[in-house]
C-alpha cells in the first residue's frame, strides 16, 4: 500500500514542497530511502522505528521504501522524520486516510517526541504558496508557523498524539503567533549611555539616516563597540516584510526565537572569521554573517585583522543584497542587505598619541591592509579620539538618547523613499552613479564650491554627493548647500587610506 | 630639448646594461658604490663575467645613438650631455659628472640654476619630520625656491609636496629612468611633478633602479643645489652620503635640529655638532642661501578666516583631540566637521594615515 504526506525542505531561506511518499509491500523486512537523502535523512530510519516502537505502534515487517519526491532536489537534516514516520504508518493502514491534506514536519526523538526544526516561518510561507490549509509543526515552532495568516498551524507534542489527531480523537486549539524581541534586553542599548563622542554620534546618525557604510578609526577603548552596537536602536524599526524575512533568515539559519523578530539584527563576528562564515558556504551550504545580519548591521572590528579573501567577498553582497553560493551542483541564493560598519585602531601599536611610537610608514602599512575594494564601499569615515575621562563625560547634559534620534532617522528616510519612487532604491546610500548624477540638486553657492571636489577621485566625489545628501536631508534642505557640502568632505577617506583603496 | 653626443649616450647606456652586474658584483658596504662610475668602459666590461661582457660588447655594437635620440624625442623627454652648454653647471663640480642628464624638462631645470636647495631626509620619519619638511617645501615653494629631492618615502615625498602646494617648482632627482614612477607608493606625486616640476635622472629611459643607483643619484641631487637640508636622517642614513657629497662639492649644508632622544635625529643632530647650518623654517634657508635679512618669505596670502576657522586652526595646531576640540570651540559636530574640511581645502590642515587632522604648514 502507498501513503503520501506533504512536508517541506529549505533551500537558502525558503521553503520548498516535498512530497514524502512510503510504499509497504511484502518481502523481506528492509527499510530504504531513495531521492537523494543525505547521511542526517538516511539516519530517520532508526529513529523513525524507535519513535514508533516507544508511541506503541509496531513498525511493518515488510519491506518499506521511502520517496522523497522531487528526487533532484538533495534533503538534508532530521526534518523529515515526522512526516515519514506518518506516511509509514499510513501505508500500514493505521490511518484513516493514506493521503494527507496536511502538511508534517518535525524531527523525532527515540521517545516519540518531537524535537523543534530549523526555519519554521519559511515553511509555512511555502505550505501557504502551495494551498496547504494546516500545518502540523513541533510546539516550539508552532508560534514562529503561526505568522502566516490563512492557514491553520497546530502544535503537536508527540508521535502518538499525531497519530490522534490524525485519526480524529484530538482536537487541539490553533496555535497563536508571537513576538518576540531578538536581543536579550528591552529595546537595545541606548544611545544616551554614550557620553562625549558627539562627532561621532553625529557620524552614526548620518549614517543611519542615508543607509551609508560606515569605518570609525580610534584608539581602543574609544567607545567605537559601543557606538556601533547602538546604530540598530536609530535604525528606523523593520517593516512587516522585513520582519519577515528577518525571522525568515535568523529561522533557517537555527537561530530563531520562535516567533516574529522585531528588531534589527547586529552581528558581530570575531576577525578570524572565514570567508565562508562571512558570506556564507559549507556543504550543505550555510547562511554567512552577512545574511543573519540582512535588514540590520554587520559590525568588523578590528578590520585589518580579517583575512583579505574574507573581506574580498563581502564586496559583491554589499552591492548587490543578495549572496549566490554554488558548492557542488547545488547553487542557494541568501538575502545580504545589511549596513556595515567596521572600526580599527589608528595605527599598529594602539596606543594613544603620547606612548605611540609608529612612524608614518607603519600607519601607511596599517591603512594599506584595509582591503581596497571594501573600503570602495564605505561613505563615511570619522576618527575617534580616545575617551574622555569619567569625571569630564559624567559631567553636562545627559546626551540625547536613541528614541530622539532615531525620530530624526525615520523622517530623513520617509523624505529618501519619496525622492526614489520608483528607482528602485530606499536610501542615499544606494545611488549609483547616473542616479547621483540625477537626483542630487545642488544650490548654485554649492556648486561653485564643487571645484573643490575635483582633487577627489571620481568616485570619491560621488561619495561625497550621496553623503551631502543625507546631511542635507537631515537639515531638511531641499538642495545641497555649502555647508552640507563641506560636513560630507569632513567624513571622506584620508588620503592614505584612499591610496590604498 | 635634446643635446647630447654619440660618446655621452654611448656610455649611459653601456652603464644601464651592466646596471644589475655591478649591483650583484659590489662588495657589501656603500663607500665604493659611486666610485663605480669612475671607472672606464673597459675596467668595466673587464669586471663582468665573459658571458655578460660578450653581450655588452654586442649591444654596444648594434647601439644606435640617433635612434636613442629617437625614442626620447617621442617620449617627450630632454637630454644634455657633459659637453654641451644645456648640461647644468652645477654638475660640472662633480668628479665624475653624469655622461647624460635626462629630464622631462631640462629649460626649467636650466631657468633656476643657482637657487635651488635640496632638501632631504628619512624614508621612516617622524610626525615631527614630516611636518617641518612639509612646512620648509611650503615655505622655499611660496619664496620662489625650487626644492631638489629624491621622491623617496617620508621626507621626500613631503618635501616635494609642500613645495607644489605652494606653487612652487620641484625638482625630483630619480635612481631609474625619469619615465618609471619609483617607489610606487609616490606615483601621483611623480605625475605631478612632472607637470609642474621636473624629474631628471642620469640613467635613460626605462632603467629599473638598483641600490647602488642611490648613492650615485644623491651626488646628483648635491651637485644640483647649492644649499642641502636635512630633515631627519638616523645615525647611518643613506642620506647623509647626500651631506657629505655637499660638503665635497664645497656647497652647504644645513640640518634641522631634532630631539636628541629620537633615533631617527641622531644623523642630523650629529650634522650640526660638526659645523652644519641650523634650520628651522624657511626663512632660515633665505638667509643661508641669500645672506641674512636680503629675502624674506612671503606672508601667506591673506586668508580670510573667519574667527571660529582661526580658533578652530588654533586648536588643531595645538594637537587637540577631535572631540575636545569639538567642546572647546563649542561647535555642534556637523559644523566642526565643515569648518575642518575647509581648512584642509584651503591647505591649513592635512589629515594623517590614520585620519586625524593636524596642522599642514
Request: net charge neutral; aromatic share 4%.
Amino acid at each position: 500500500m502507498i501513503a503520501r504526506v506533504r512536508t517541506f525542505a529549505l533551500e537558502g531561506v525558503d521553503g520548498v514542497p516535498v512530497t514524502v511518499e512510503v510504499d509497504v509491500r511484502p518481502g523481506l523486512p528492509s527499510f530504504s530511502v531513495v531521492g537523494l537523502p543525505d547521511r542526517g535523512v538516511r539516519e530517520a530510519r532508526e529513529r523513525v522505528r524507535a519513535a514508533m516502537g516507544n508511541s506503541g505502534l509496531k513498525f511493518p515487517q515488510q519491506r518499506v521504501t521511502v520517496n522523497l519526491a522531487p528526487a533532484s532536489l538533495r534533503k538534508s537534516g532530521p526534518s523529515f522524520d515526522l512526516a515519514i514516520a506518518v506516511a509509514v504508518v499510513a501505508a500500514d493502514g493505521k490511518l484513516p486516510r493514506a493521503e494527507l491534506p496536511d502538511g508534517v514536519c518535525g524531527e523525532l526523538s527515540l521517545s516519540g517526541a518531537i524535537r523543534p526544526i530549523r526555519g519554521a516561518l519559511s515553511i509555512a510561507l511555502a505550505a501557504r504558496r502551495l494551498g496547504v490549509r494546516r500545518l502540523l509543526v513541533p510546539a516550539e515552532n508552532a508560534a514562529e508557523a503561526a505568522l502566516v495568516d490563512e492557514i491553520d498551524v497546530i502544535a503537536v507534542p508527540t508521535l502518538s498524539r499525531l497519530l490522534d489527531l490524525l485519526r480524529g480523537t484530538w482536537a487541539p486549539e490553533t496555535a497563536a503567533p508571537a513576538i518576540v524581541s531578538a536581543s536579550d534586553y528591552e529595546g537595545g542599548p541606548d544611545l544616551a549611555d554614550v557620553r562625549g563622542q558627539a562627532d561621532a554620534r553625529r557620524a552614526l546618525e548620518i549614517a543611519a539616516a542615508g543607509g551609508h557604510n560606515l569605518l570609525m578609526i580610534g584608539p581602543p577603548g574609544g567607545g567605537k563597540t559601543m557606538l556601533a552596537r547602538r546604530l540598530p536602536g536609530i535604525l528606523p524599526p523593520p517593516s512587516l516584510a522585513e520582519a519577515i524575512e528577518i525571522t525568515k533568515v535568523h529561522g533557517a539559519a537555527g537561530l530563531g526565537r520562535g516567533g516574529l523578530l522585531t528588531e534589527r539584527p547586529f552581528r558581530a563576528p570575531h576577525h578570524t572569521i572565514s570567508s565562508a562564515g562571512l558570506v556564507g558556504g559549507g556543504v550543505p551550504p550555510k547562511p554567512g554573517e552577512i545574511t543573519l545580519a540582512h535588514y540590520g548591521v554587520l559590525f568588523l572590528d578590528e578590520l585589518p585583522e580579517f583575512s583579505r579573501q574574507a573581506l574580498e567577498a563581502l564586496r559583491q553582497p554589499l552591492e548587490e543584497g543578495v549572496i549566490s553560493i554554488v558548492r557542488g551542483q547545488r547553487a542557494v541564493t541568501y538575502p545580504a542587505r545589511a549596513m556595515l560598519i567596521a572600526a580599527c585602531n589608528g595605527c599598529p601599536c594602539a596606543k594613544p598619541p603620547p606612548s605611540c611610537s609608529c612612524t608614518e610608514l607603519d600607519r601607511v602599512r596599517y591603512a594599506r591592509r584595509l582591503s581596497g575594494p571594501l573600503l570602495d564601499r564605505i561613505d563615511l569615515v570619522c576618527e575617534l579620539g580616545s575617551a574622555p575621562p569619567p569625571r569630564l563625560a559624567g559631567g553636562g547634559p545627559p546626551a540625547e538618547g536613541s528614541e530622539t534620534v532615531r525620530a530624526r532617522v525615520i523622517a530623513v528616510r520617509r523624505r529618501q523613499t519619496e525622492r526614489f519612487a520608483g528607482d528602485g532604491i530606499a536610501f542615499n546610500a544606494g545611488m549609483d552613479a547616473a542616479l547621483t548624477h540625477r537626483r542630487i540638486a545642488i544650490s548654485p553657492e554649492a556648486a561653485a564650491c564643487t571645484a573643490m571636489l575635483e582633487r577627489l577621485s571620481g568616485r570619491g566625489q560621488d561619495r561625497v554627493l550621496r553623503l551631502a545628501r543625507t546631511i542635507a536631508d537631515l537639515d531638511g534642505a531641499d538642495k545641497v548647500e555649502t555647508q552640507h557640502l563641506d560636513e560630507a568632505v569632513g567624513y571622506r577617506m584620508s588620503d592614505p587610506l584612499q591610496a590604498a583603496a | 630639448m635634446i643635446d647630447a653626443c654619440d660618446r655621452c649616450l654611448r656610455r649611459s647606456h653601456l652603464i644601464a646594461f651592466l646596471a644589475a652586474d655591478v649591483e650583484r658584483l659590489l662588495p657589501p658596504g656603500r663607500a665604493a658604490r659611486a666610485d663605480v662610475l669612475e671607472a672606464g668602459d673597459d675596467v668595466l666590461l673587464a669586471a663582468v663575467g665573459s658571458a655578460r661582457r660578450e653581450s655588452a660588447i654586442a649591444y654596444m655594437a648594434g647601439f644606435d645613438p640617433d635612434a636613442a635620440r629617437g625614442r626620447l624625442e617621442v617620449a617627450g623627454l630632454h637630454a644634455a650631455c657633459a659637453h654641451t652648454h644645456l648640461f647644468p653647471a652645477g654638475l660640472r663640480d662633480l668628479r665624475q659628472p653624469p655622461p647624460v642628464l635626462y629630464a622631462s624638462r631640462l629649460d626649467r631645470l636650466i631657468a633656476d640654476e643657482d637657487s635651488r636647495a635640496v632638501l632631504i631626509g628619512s624614508r621612516r620619519p617622524s610626525e615631527y619630520g614630516r611636518t617641518v619638511a612639509y612646512r620648509l617645501g611650503r615655505g622655499l615653494g611660496a619664496s620662489g625656491v625650487p626644492v631638489v629631492s629624491g621622491l623617496a618615502l617620508g621626507i621626500d615625498a613631503l618635501a616635494h609636496r609642500g613645495c607644489l602646494d605652494a606653487g612652487g617648482r620641484t625638482v625630483a632627482v630619480l635612481a631609474c629612468g625619469v619615465d618609471v614612477a619609483y617607489p610606487r607608493t609616490n606615483r601621483r606625486l611623480y605625475e605631478e611633478i612632472r607637470r609642474d616640476g621636473a624629474v631628471v635622472s642620469e640613467m635613460p629611459p626605462g632603467a629599473r633602479p638598483y641600490r647602488w643607483l642611490f648613492p650615485a643619484r644623491n651626488r646628483i641631487m648635491a651637485a644640483l643645489g647649492r644649499l642641502t637640508i636635512v630633515v631627519e636622517a638616523a645615525e647611518r642614513s643613506g642620506t647623509l652620503i647626500t651631506a657629505d657629497c655637499a660638503s665635497e662639492l664645497g656647497r652647504d649644508v644645513a640640518a634641522v635640529p631634532g630631539w636628541v632622544t629620537a633615533d631617527v635625529a641622531a644623523g642630523t643632530n650629529g650634522l650640526l655638532r660638526s659645523g652644519a647650518g641650523v634650520v628651522t623654517c624657511a626663512q632660515d634657508v633665505l638667509d643661508l642661501l641669500y645672506g641674512v635679512g636680503a629675502r624674506s618669505v612671503p606672508e601667506p596670502p591673506e586668508q580670510s578666516l573667519t574667527p571660529v576657522e582661526a580658533s578652530v586652526l588654533e586648536l588643531v595646531a595645538a594637537g587637540t583631540e577631535i572631540e575636545s576640540l569639538r567642546v572647546a570651540c563649542g561647535l555642534a559636530p556637523g559644523e566642526l566637521r565643515a569648518v575642518l574640511a575647509r581648512l584642509e581645502l584651503c591647505g591649513l590642515v592635512r589629515r594623517s594615515a590614520s585620519g586625524a587632522y593636524v596642522t599642514a604648514a
